[in-house]
């Protein structure tokens, strides 16, 4: 079984940074991807970074050149640097983590709540 805890949400004003953690732990096999979704009230998850065994990152187009996406492999912890933050990036932020054999476990969440 494979926990991921979230860390790093709060509440930051329009144009601050925040960094979120998520630390995986348990028996972790072959990891496909982890990734950062958030969802907002009212809206669906979406998906806003991933990052790939091989070290590649995907990022949804709203966040491109805004938010980081990394990983420490020596921790099992994933990381997602969140710069010039908008009030549209308000929202509950997941972690996730896909294994090769397509199992998925989500984190409990982390608000993040940014003010105009």
């Known amino acids: 079984q494979v926990q991921l805890v979230e860390s790093g949400g709060g509440l930051v004003q329009s144009g601050g940074s925040l960094r979120l953690s998520c630390a995986a732990s348990?028996?972790?096999?072959?990891?496909?991807?982890m990734g950062w979704y958030r969802q907002a009230p009212g809206k669906q998850r979406e998906l806003v970074a991933a990052i790939f065994s091989s070290g590649s990152t995907n990022y949804t187009d709203s966040v491109k050149g805004r938010f980081t996406i990394s990983r420490d492999n020596a921790k099992n912890t994933m990381y997602l640097q969140m710069n010039s933050l908008k009030p549209d990036d308000t929202a509950v932020y997941y972690c996730?983590?896909?294994?090769?054999?397509?199992?998925?476990?989500w984190g409990q969440g982390t608000q993040v709540t940014v003010s105009s």
């Open positions: 348990g028996t972790i096999f072959s990891i496909n991807y």
């Open positions: 996730n983590l896909v294994t090769k054999n397509l199992y998925t476990y």
